[in-house]
């Protein structure tokens, strides 16, 4: 009866209200306003959870959230209801709340369907109770300072289709829980500390067209499931500690548009079919270990628009890889072992802009028609073998902002047109063989900042032109055949801070030639035929003999360098006049002093253009002396009172190191061996050979041996003598250490990586050391460091049965030489890291070494030693490096781990590691905040 009434009541007021608000007739049935009635308390409860979250947050978030009043949710900011009057989404993205999650009571709100918090300052975790949600279809909490595990619970939100938390702080292992979750279209946790492997149930999303799992420290492989995210369009797995092969499903996404891999540690093939849909738009493996071609299917993927795979291993020829890409945007293939030659085709890709294929082995000429492309901000073909000239057609390239060619076998002139590259700001075609002169119309592109033409056969004199480039920083001429006299308009190059015009054959005063160089850093005008007083420039004031020397008469205030009161600079060292030849003779069986300057260089890219500037040979006292084998030999003995410990100035494994003053006053440092070596009479032949190549080596980071001697009781090596002894002696020796700034270590580390490096590169056959180590790295008295015994240990190897030691030295030896017979030049990388760090750290790395490995290896991430800040490894003896120093030190610190790469092939080349470094690399770091060993671990992020 009483219900019955009710009833009679209620229809009633709904007619009223029918009539009285015409806006809900939409509503039909009087059935539904009912519901809507009663759902008014429930609105009253979802409100009060909003009200009591936003009482517990701070003021400010208090004050973004002030419509949050009153009894109407459905009018709050960010909250809007369904048609029942119930919230259903609460999207507050970007609106500067501060606070947690924790108060928010999710149970009171179970019509929820979206949650869009993005881009707040939400801290804490994220609460197991928002598994009450089970309408939720869209949760972003992306950008926020969320901590702790993503909880298991959320495995049953079932409704769930977006879930995005990436750019927090969340940890942990992802939940396999999550495979639940089947009707995920999108998952993002991308830039998390996210750890543990990728569950294998992620293969139950078969739905999922959005995999952002980018970095994190995800580790193991990819599980096989992921070949059944069929519908995946975009997959992102870069920057994590991936690795393994890639599960042969990964062929079946074929509707993938974007893939990147990049810096993870996967191996094996790339996946061939990856573009058998014509899909893949962005793809991205660079910093892997990859091997095998470039995927066959890319060949005619004309959707591509960003392709990186570089720095990988990846073989094969690029000829008939690559095709026409109508969007192609950006390619780059550098550090691969990509070979044959580029394809013409190449040149109808209209929209690339940038072409980078450095550092592989490709060869032929350059195609003409790279002038097509004429969207080109960047073309990189450095450090391949290209042959032919450099087409004209480049010039058609306006929009060219960096050329480099350097490195390669070009030939034939610069070509003039490429003046109308108006755009260009790097220009480095080093280390080739362009002969002809410097064209004037390079002064027309008036943007250049970088200009290296160095190590090439250019000839004739600097064009005054050269001096329009206003905004130049950066010019090498070095390494050139140029004559004449430098342009006094240089001066007007007002920014230019590093200069470099030395081996070549400038001549004429240099008085006033720099005055107005106030810029200028760094100089460099040595071996030349310069003369007269240096300009007073502050590039001179710290300068070193080093920049200046091999000239004809410079005179100035650099120490070594005459003073300018009279003019009597040259000559100096005319009373030094002995030649040494080679004579068998009794006491001496076997005497290689040899003439220097007589004999041809075997060293290819030392080539003639050095041969006459390196030591100009009038000036080396050796090549001017006259001395026979015997008399060396016995003047050996007798300086050394026959080896007497009185002499004896080092000692290793192989012998000891003696100083001999010899009668005409010249000191040498004789290494004697402890036996004598017994070398049969057919092999000698060859053994002369080789040490004879040796003692032509000439390069300024290379102690210069002289010759070897053996009789029936005593061989030895006789070797320039050092003033300062060996790196070792100086980084012991507690007085000395105080002076050997930072900046003086850096040089070290960069005389020793030139040395290698041209004895790896330039030589032909390469000439490996296999014993670098801090002793055998000798420093003059500018702290100039020179490389000694470079390649006696092969030689001498042979007939040295007991010679242990030249085998490496413990603890500088590479780990692969224990098991491999073939000793590489990879080995000397390792061993130049291995000082690297012992010249940073002022003692030898020891432990830090494996411990750093194996916290690059996935397996463990979490050794102390990568934990620990740069500071903490950095000699304490000499105060802590500021500036651009500390900077140039962290970097030395990251190059010297690369070269500690557990796998030779990974270790970056001499070369590499040289050019580095005396391109004054350096990382960003304020001196302030510190940096950690493990930032800088990064196996394959060089150069
Ligand atoms: C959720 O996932 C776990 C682990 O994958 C599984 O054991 C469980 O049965 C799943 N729960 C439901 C309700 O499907
Ligand atoms: C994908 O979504 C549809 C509905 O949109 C659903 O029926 C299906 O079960 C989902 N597939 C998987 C593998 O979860
Ligand atoms: C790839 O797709 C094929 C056919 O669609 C299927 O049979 C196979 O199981 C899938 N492979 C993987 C590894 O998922
Ligand atoms: C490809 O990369 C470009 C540039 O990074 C980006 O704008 C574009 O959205 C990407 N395309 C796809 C399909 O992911
Ligand atoms: C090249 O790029 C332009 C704009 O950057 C675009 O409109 C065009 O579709 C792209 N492809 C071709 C083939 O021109």
Redesign the pocket.
């Known amino acids: 009866m009483a219900s019955s009434q009710a009833q009679t009541l209620f229809l009633f007021l709904t007619h009223v209200l029918l009539l009285f608000m015409p806006e809900m007739s939409c509503l039909a049935s009087s059935f539904v306003v009912a519901l809507a009635g009663a759902s008014n308390q429930m609105r009253n409860e979802e409100a009060e959870a909003l009200l009591t979250w936003k009482s517990n947050l701070d003021s400010e978030s208090r004050h973004a959230l002030s419509s949050w009043n009153g009894s109407n949710p459905c009018s709050w900011r960010g909250v809007d209801c369904d048609p029942l009057g119930s919230i259903a989404s609460l999207s507050l993205s970007d609106s500067n709340i501060h606070g947690t999650l924790h108060h928010l009571n999710f149970s009171q709100l179970p019509n929820l369907v979206a949650i869009k918090l993005a881009n707040n300052s939400l801290f804490g975790n994220i609460p197991p109770s928002m598994v009450d949600l089970s309408k939720l279809i869209h949760l972003d909490l992306s950008r926020n300072n969320l901590l702790g595990n993503i909880p298991t619970q959320l495995?049953?939100l079932r409704s769930l289709q977006v879930l995005e938390f990436s750019h927090n702080k969340l940890s942990g292992p992802i939940p396999?829980?999550i495979?639940?979750l089947t009707s995920l279209l999108t998952l993002a946790l991308s830039v998390n500390n996210f750890s543990g492997s990728i569950p294998d149930?992620i293969g139950k999303l078969g739905n999922l067209t959005i995999l952002f799992l980018d970095e994190n420290n995800i580790s193991g492989s990819i599980p096989s499931g992921i070949g059944n995210l069929s519908k995946l369009i975009q997959l992102n797995l870069r920057v994590n500690n991936l690795g393994g092969f890639l599960p042969i499903g990964i062929n079946n996404l074929t509707f993938l548009a974007d893939l990147r891999l990049s810096n993870n540690n996967f191996v094996g093939q790339l996946p061939q079919d990856i573009c058998s849909s014509q899909a893949l738009v962005n793809f991205t493996a660079a910093n892997n270990h990859f091997t095998g071609p470039i995927p066959r299917s890319l060949k005619n993927c004309l959707s591509l628009y960003r392709v990186r795979l570089d720095n990988n291993l990846l073989k094969g020829h690029i000829t008939g890889a690559l095709g026409v890409y109508p969007y192609l945007n950006y390619l780059e293939l550098s550090n691969n072992e990509l070979c044959g030659e580029l394809p013409s085709t190449l040149g109808k890709c209209r929209n690339l802009t940038s072409l980078k294929i450095s550092n592989n082995k490709i060869s032929g000429p350059i195609p003409p028609q790279l002038g097509n492309m004429i969207q080109l901000h960047s073309l990189d073909l450095s450090a391949n073998r290209i042959v032919g000239e450099i087409p004209k057609e480049l010039a058609k390239l306006k929009k060219l902002l960096e050329l480099s060619l350097d490195c390669n076998l070009v030939v034939g002139p610069i070509p003039p047109e490429l003046g109308a590259l108006s755009s260009l700001q790097k220009l480095n075609i080093a280390g080739n063989n362009l002969s002809g002169s410097i064209p004037t119309q390079l002064g027309e592109c008036p943007n250049l900042l970088f200009l290296n033409l160095s190590k090439n056969n250019l000839e004739k004199s600097i064009p005054i032109e050269i001096s329009n480039l206003q905004s130049l920083q950066h010019l090498d001429l070095s390494q050139n055949l140029l004559s004449g006299e430098i342009p006094r308009q240089l001066q007007l190059l007002h920014r230019l801070e590093i200069l470099n015009l030395s081996h070549n054959k400038l001549s004429g005063s240099i008085m006033s030639t720099f005055d107005d160089m106030m810029s200028l850093t760094s100089i460099d005008i040595s071996y030349n035929e310069l003369e007269g007083p240096l300009p007073n420039i502050p590039a001179f004031h710290n300068a070193t003999i080093r920049v200046v020397r091999g000239n004809k008469g410079l005179c100035g205030v650099i120490v070594g360098l005459s003073p300018c009161t009279s003019t009597t600079s040259k000559g100096r060292d005319k009373n030094k006049k002995l030649v040494l030849i080679s004579i068998p003779t009794l006491g001496c069986l076997l005497c290689l002093l040899l003439v220097v300057g007589a004999l041809r260089i075997g060293c290819q890219r030392v080539r003639k253009t050095k041969a006459s500037s390196v030591d100009g040979s009038n000036e080396n006292p050796w090549a001017i002396w006259s001395f026979d084998g015997r008399m060396v030999y016995e003047s050996i003995i007798e300086a050394t009172k026959e080896f007497d410990a009185e002499y004896c100035i080092g000692e290793g494994g192989y012998g000891s190191v003696y100083k001999a003053q010899l009668q005409v006053g010249e000191i040498v440092a004789v290494k004697k061996f402890k036996d004598s070596l017994d070398i049969e009479l057919a092999s000698r032949k060859a053994f002369e050979n080789e040490i004879r190549a040796l003692t032509r080596i000439r390069h300024r980071n290379i102690v210069k041996l002289y010759g070897f001697c053996s009789s029936s009781r005593h061989s030895f090596l006789v070797y320039e003598f050092l003033q300062f002894g060996s790196l070792w002696d100086v980084l012991n020796n507690e007085q000395r250490i105080t002076t050997f700034a930072w900046n003086k270590r850096v040089n070290v580390v960069k005389d020793v990586s030139n040395a290698l490096s041209y004895m790896h590169h330039e030589c032909s056959p390469p000439i490996v050391h296999r014993d670098v180590s801090s002793k055998n790295i000798l420093l003059d008295e500018e702290y100039e460091a020179h490389v000694s015994d470079f390649g006696t240990a092969k030689v001498l190897q042979p007939y040295s049965s007991n010679w242990t030691s030249f085998v490496g030295t413990f603890g500088y030896a590479a780990p692969e030489l224990a098991y491999m017979m073939d000793v590489k030049e990879k080995c000397d990388v390792y061993s130049f890291g291995v000082v690297t760090l012992e010249v940073i750290m002022g003692r030898h790395p020891g432990d830090l070494i494996s411990s750093l490995a194996s916290s690059s290896s996935a397996s463990s991430s979490n050794s102390t030693a990568s934990r620990w800040p740069l500071k903490q490894v950095l000699d304490k003896r000499v105060p802590y490096p500021i500036g651009d120093v500390l900077g140039q030190v962290a970097f030395i610190v990251k190059m010297a781990f690369s070269c500690l790469n557990v796998k030779p092939e990974h270790r970056p080349s001499m070369q590499q590691v040289s050019q580095a470094i005396s391109a004054h690399s350096s990382i960003m770091i304020s001196s302030s905040e510190d940096i950690k060993l493990e930032e800088l671990v990064d196996p394959r992020c060089f150069p």
């Open positions: 495995g049953s396999r829980e495979g639940n149930s």
